[in-house]
Structures are given as structure tokens and as C-alpha cells.
């Protein structure tokens, strides 16, 4: 019985930084990852002109 218990806490491990891993290589976006909207794209840092 114990040891099915330490299998299942390792394979739960195991998963969660399986998910943690492929979270961190999936999101390519810009910016500094907290969700503040200060990501840079093409529109938005594009500077006009002052003529």
C-alpha cells in the first residue's frame, strides 16, 4: 500500500512539471509573461512620425 502511494505522488509530480514544461515552451508572446498587457507586437510598437 505504501508504495502505490509514493507511485502516485511521483507520477502526480511527474505530470505536474510535464504541464509546467510544455505551459513555459507553448507561449511565445512578448512582453514580461504576467498578464499586464506590455507585450510587444507589430501595432502597438509602432511609432508615428512627428511631422
Do not use: H, N, P
Amino acid at each position: 500500500m505504501q508504495e502505490l502511494i509514493i507511485v502516485l505522488v511521483f507520477v502526480l509530480a511527474l505530470g505536474y512539471l510535464g504541464s509546467r514544461a510544455y505551459q513555459s515552451f507553448s507561449k511565445k508572446k512578448a512582453g514580461c509573461g504576467k498578464g499586464c498587457g506590455c507585450a510587444t507586437d507589430a501595432k502597438s510598437s509602432r511609432v508615428s512620425a512627428v511631422k
